[in-house]
């Protein structure tokens, strides 16, 4: 079975401060990593995803296989980062993409 | 182009009641889902349809729960009867269909319904 955990419900970081949300996984087979986030009254959507290797909004998250580990990192936060950030994967499962999301870490940008 | 919509956006039950929530999906989009999102969890897969067939439902609870998408575009959720555990905002997403390659496709979600059972 797959599962995705995010320690942290709540971070709380000043404005030009660095970010970190972590993300851990467990799967035993080649996992596909996502970033999805929620900002204030808006719809959950696509941050970014680690096959791609690109910087979103500043964000870039790198997966480490040995540490089963998929942070999301950002070297200076702004205030406007803050959202809902849930971390996500995907297999293939009889040809068809099976998503687990993680239980979701609150960023908090304090001005 | 248009996104994911769904209706209502708010609902308030009794328990033992039923309810009914409604998904139109992007246009083109093979692929839907069903997602429930208790306060304070990450979204939880119900039931996934390729088209208009089910291709994963192991999480739906079955006794209560029921969806349908006949024509392959637009979807319904039912739950029947509502007990007070129901209370979740309730995601619709959709995505196009992947074909089999290991390629992921980007998940678009809609507003969500927020369902209340007192």
């Known amino acids: 079975a797959q599962r995705v955990t995010q320690p942290e419900k709540l971070l709380s970081v000043f404005k030009g401060a660095p970010v970190e949300l972590k993300c851990n996984y467990s799967y035993s087979g080649s996992p596909e990593l996502f970033w999805y986030v929620q900002y204030s009254r808006q719809r959950l959507q696509l941050l970014l995803r680690h096959i791609s290797r690109e910087s979103i909004k500043g964000f870039t998250a790198d997966l480490n296989k040995g540490e089963t580990s998929f942070h999301l990192k950002k070297p200076f936060a702004q205030e406007e980062d803050s959202a809902m950030y849930y971390c996500?994967?995907?297999?293939?499962?009889?040809?068809?993409?099976?998503?687990?999301f993680g239980t979701g870490t609150k960023l908090q940008v304090i001005p | 182009e248009a996104g994911v919509a769904q209706s209502p956006r708010y609902k308030i039950i009794e328990k033992r009641q039923s309810v009914a929530f409604w998904c139109n999906p992007i246009?083109?989009?093979?692929?839907l889902y069903w997602y429930q999102q208790i306060l304070g969890q990450g979204p939880k897969l119900l039931i996934q349809?390729?088209?208009?067939?089910?291709?994963?439902d192991s999480q739906l609870p079955k006794d209560r729960f029921s969806a349908e998408r006949l024509k392959g575009v637009d979807s319904t959720l039912k739950i029947q009867p509502a007990k007070l555990e129901d209370s979740a905002v309730y995601l619709c997403?959709?995505?196009?269909?992947?074909?089999?390659?290991?390629?992921?496709?980007?998940?678009?979600f809609g507003p969500g319904t927020r369902l209340t059972v007192l």
């Open positions: 246009s083109g989009h093979a692929t």
């Open positions: 349809f390729q088209n208009n067939g089910v291709v994963d």
């Open positions: 997403a959709s995505s196009q269909h992947h074909g089999g390659q290991r390629t992921y496709n980007e998940q678009f």
């Open positions: 996500a994967l995907t297999r293939n499962s009889g040809g068809y993409q099976k998503v687990t």
